[in-house]
């Protein structure tokens, strides 16, 4: 039988999948069914800045929503406080005690003395790694790609010098040079990088003339933005590349694996498949491994990354050009 075992910010997989951060994974009960269906690790649901800042609002709004009421309401409840981020580590606590394979936090912050006193405080739960979820939307024009980009390897600096858990980013592919900034974040430290977050987007109810928030499931063809970074990238890092969007089966799993990829993190799968679909998608890698003849990951992982090509255009533009000039680019 195939060895799936795989490492993943130098922790040891039993195989590659990694259930990333979701709501499924906020839920102690659904956290033992994905152990049980053979994941190899798991990302609870991000700790967010802003949720607490607004619980922490909402709670200050109901505590005085009577004062002009009752002027005595004010003193009334003079130490209430709320309790920042304790229910959330209480959780992760509990998630990492209810499973013996490897569990990840995560992390979405916005001011950097915040993403240092989280970071620590999720370190401090016993978690086995912490991943840095970068997703921010830059919606001011005063603040250049440098700016950004900096501050984020700032902050990825600041973490890790200060945990000892390993540490992780998850990025969004909205960077001028992808490939550059992922570069600066494994110079910079990072045990290994999540390509890519999915951006949820903004959307219009026409009908309601209302603005909305879009959030769908990834669909077949969303794993082709991942698979073109790690297939630039693998090889040229010392952090390991996990592959996320888009990965909906076994077929997605291994051609990440082909790509480059050391594990992948899988989300949308889950919600149309149901958890059971892990179990489906370890077998269709064993029973593709076992018919090309490969004993472990090691044998294939990489094989069709651009280092291992020796095409110097493999996944570049020059591959798009070639195709569009062919006399039947449909096919
Ligand atoms: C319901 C739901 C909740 C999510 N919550 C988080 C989260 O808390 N933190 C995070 O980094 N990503 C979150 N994500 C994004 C997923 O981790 C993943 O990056 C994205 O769904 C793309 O992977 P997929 O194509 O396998 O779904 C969420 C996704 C969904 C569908």
Known sequence: MADLKTTYLGLELKNPIVVGACDLTADIEKIKQIEAAGAGALVIKSLFEEQIQ??????????????????????????????????????????????????????NAVSTDVWLDYAKQLADTGVDGLELNFYAVPSLDNQSAAHIEDAQIAILQAIKS????????????????PAHVITRFDQAGADGVVLFNQLFQSDIDIHKEK??????????KDHRLPLRFVGLLHGNMTGTLCASTGILNGTGII???????????VVSALYRDKIKAIETMLNDLEQWMDAKGYASLHDFVGKLSRKNLKDPWAYQRSQYVRALLRENPMG
């Open 54 to 107: 607004l619980e922490s609002y909402k709670m200050e709004q109901s505590l005085h929503e009577n004062d002009n009421l009752h002027a005595e309401m004010t003193s009334i409840f003079p130490e209430l406080e709320h309790a920042g981020p304790a229910e959330h580590l209480m959780w992760v606590k509990k998630a990492k005690e209810a499973v013996s394979i490897p569990v990840i936090a995560s992390l």
């Open 211 to 220: 603005q909305t928030f879009a959030m769908s499931l990834s669909g077949e």
């Open 255 to 265: 051609q990440m694996l082909l790509a480059g990829a050391g594990s992948v993190q």
């Open 162 to 177: 200060s945990v000892s858990i390993p540490v992780s980013v998850k990025l969004s592919p909205f960077y001028t040079n």
